[in-house]
């Protein structure tokens, strides 16, 4: 590991306006050493050392992490990415640098299809030994760091701002379960919030962190396909699960197969097997198990409720209540004539 004053000025290189990861390698290749940086008076004037030894104290008072290149706890895939994080600021004990680290992606407005699909993918990866990486943002994030955790799984969440917050709010209870098992890394500093475009560049160290990257449900535009491209970008894996045509959450999935940038996959045994992991043992039952009224449902047009009644053999309430279940979480749709249909 670097010595402590070395990794302060690489601290403070970060702050230096106009220093990316890039500049702050070629910098650090040129002279060595970001102490010689700011000896050799290339640099503006610099005077925010205050901030520094304030990122220090706060890392030391909460127990974070303050990695950089050099460091054998940084993620050493990462290094292999051109734009890497001069800087990395973790809390957890998960392995950053585990040997089967997938990503796991999709939209923050999932179908209940999309939900299931998750808990069913990472439930099958589960005897693999794998970490779930993922961004803690609403939606599929959520799901799949709660899959990892219902699986015993580690988990690690990529933020994009630095760890004095939780964003979003809601997520607060699950970033502090996620400290048991896996860990929140970020390349921000404490002081550093929520911003519009930290969220496209936190992407990256996704991406590039991970094996590979599976998207499960993406609309047409999205950070999770800006996640698909750069992992394609950095030479890994990438794999989509497939939906509907006409589902406006399966556009982005599909463009991704179509255009020969994720290969097709129907669940964690696919993934398994692509990178020549050992074959998964189900730990999850199938989706269509879940909800028995969605196997009915799902081959066809639509049914008649006399039909369910039928073929459930649930009374009419226990049947009223389920599929009030599934139109609330908008899997089904009521029609005229007491008939529904799927609509994911």
Same mark, same amino acid.
């Given at each position: 590991?670097?010595?402590?004053?070395?990794?302060?000025?690489?601290?403070?290189?970060?702050?230096?306006? &106009? $220093?990316?990861?890039?500049? !702050? @390698?070629?910098? %650090? #290749?040129?002279?060595?050493?970001?102490?010689? +940086?700011?000896?050799? *008076?290339?640099?503006?004037?610099?005077?925010?050392?205050?901030?520094?030894?304030?990122?220090?104290?706060?890392?030391?008072?909460?127990?974070?992490?303050?990695?950089?290149?050099?460091?054998?706890?940084?993620?050493?895939?990462?290094?292999?990415?051109?734009?890497?994080?001069?800087?990395?600021?973790?809390?957890?004990?998960?392995?950053?640098?585990?040997?089967?680290?997938?990503?796991?992606?999709?939209?923050?407005?999932?179908?209940?299809?999309?939900?299931?699909?998750?808990?069913?993918?990472?439930?099958?990866?589960?005897?693999?030994?794998?970490?779930?990486?993922?961004?803690?943002?609403? &939606? $599929?994030?959520?799901?799949? !760091? @709660?899959?990892? %955790? #219902?699986?015993?799984?580690?988990?690690?969440? +990529?933020?994009?701002? *630095?760890?004095?917050?939780?964003?979003?709010?809601?997520?607060?209870?699950?970033?502090?379960?996620?400290?048991?098992?896996?860990?929140?890394?970020?390349?921000?500093?404490?002081?550093?919030?929520?911003?519009?475009?930290?969220?496209?560049?936190?992407?990256?160290?996704?991406?590039?962190?991970?094996?590979?990257?599976?998207?499960?449900?993406?609309?047409?535009?999205?950070?999770?396909?800006?996640?698909?491209?750069?992992?394609?970008?950095?030479?890994?894996?990438?794999?989509?699960?497939?939906?509907?045509?006409?589902?406006?959450?399966?556009?982005?999935?599909?463009?991704?197969?179509?255009?020969?940038?994720?290969?097709?996959?129907?669940?964690?045994?696919?993934?398994?097997?692509?990178?020549?992991?050992?074959?998964?043992?189900?730990?999850?039952?199938?989706?269509?198990?879940?909800?028995?009224?969605?196997?009915?449902?799902?081959?066809?047009?639509?049914?008649?409720?006399?039909?369910?009644?039928?073929?459930?053999?649930?009374?009419?309430?226990?049947?009223?209540?389920?599929?009030?279940?599934?139109?609330?979480?908008?899997?089904?749709?009521?029609?005229?004539?007491?008939?529904?249909?799927?609509?994911?």
């Amino acid at each position: 590991m670097l010595p402590e004053d070395e990794l302060y000025y690489r601290v403070a290189l970060t702050m230096v306006p &106009g $220093i990316g990861p890039r500049r !702050h @390698r070629q910098l %650090l #290749d040129h002279f060595s050493s970001a102490a010689a +940086v700011f000896r050799s *008076g290339l640099l503006p004037e610099f005077d925010n050392f205050k901030a520094v030894d304030r990122t220090f104290t706060f890392a030391r008072k909460h127990n974070i992490g303050i990695y950089c290149p050099g460091d054998p706890r940084y993620p050493a895939q990462l290094l292999e990415c051109s734009d890497a994080p001069p800087i990395l600021y973790y809390k957890g004990i998960a392995d950053l640098n585990h040997q089967r680290i997938l990503a796991v992606v999709g939209t923050r407005t999932p179908s209940s299809y999309g939900q299931q699909m998750v808990r069913s993918l990472v439930g099958e990866l589960a005897s693999c030994d794998v970490l779930i990486v993922s961004g803690l943002a609403d &939606g $599929i994030d959520t799901w799949a !760091h @709660r899959a990892a %955790l #219902d699986n015993g799984l580690p988990t690690v969440g +990529v933020l994009g701002h *630095g760890l004095q917050r939780i964003y979003p709010e809601g997520n607060r209870l699950l970033a502090a379960s996620m400290l048991d098992k896996g860990g929140l890394l970020t390349e921000y500093r404490q002081d550093q919030g929520p911003e519009t475009f930290h969220f496209p560049m936190r992407n990256r160290i996704i991406a590039g962190m991970a094996v590979a990257t599976v998207v499960v449900e993406s609309r047409s535009q999205g950070g999770s396909l800006i996640t698909a491209e750069l992992a394609k970008g950095y030479h890994r894996e990438v794999f989509a699960l497939p939906g509907r045509v006409t589902d406006g959450r399966s556009q982005g999935c599909l463009a991704l197969v179509r255009d020969n940038v994720a290969a097709l996959v129907t669940g964690g045994a696919d993934i398994a097997r692509m990178l020549g992991w050992e074959t998964p043992t189900p730990k999850t039952k199938p989706v269509t198990s879940i909800h028995p009224l969605l196997d009915l449902l799902r081959d066809r047009d639509s049914i008649h409720l006399d039909e369910l009644l039928e073929r459930t053999g649930l009374s009419s309430a226990e049947l009223a209540a389920r599929l009030l279940e599934l139109e609330l979480e908008q899997a089904i749709e009521a029609l005229p004539g007491n008939r529904y249909r799927l609509i994911f």
